[in-house]
């Protein structure tokens, strides 16, 4: 893809037609096997922004150190 970094929040994504080519060419040309990929790229990180998601929640649990107060948590 183009871009080498992230969006900033509420910055659209820009995809551009060289993007979808080079995505198409790296599955042969096949846009079946392209799809796949793409959808199966999308699951991936679904599940890599879940566990994510369950590490923090689980790290505030353990008591670890508040960024206001630069200690942590008693307990």
């Known amino acids: 893809m183009t871009s080498e970094q992230p969006p900033a929040e509420g910055e659209p994504i820009v995809i551009t ?3 979808i ?8 040309g ?11 790229g999308q699951q991936y990180l679904e599940v890599a922004l879940e566990m994510a998601r369950q590490e923090a929640s689980w790290g505030y649990l353990r008591g ?11 307990g």
């Open 17 to 19: 037609d060289d993007d």
């Open 21 to 28: 080519d080079e995505a198409i060419a790296a599955c042969d």
């Open 30 to 40: 096949d846009l079946r096997g392209t799809i796949k990929a793409l959808l199966i």
């Open 64 to 74: 670890r150190p508040s960024r206001r107060s630069g200690h942590a948590a008693e």
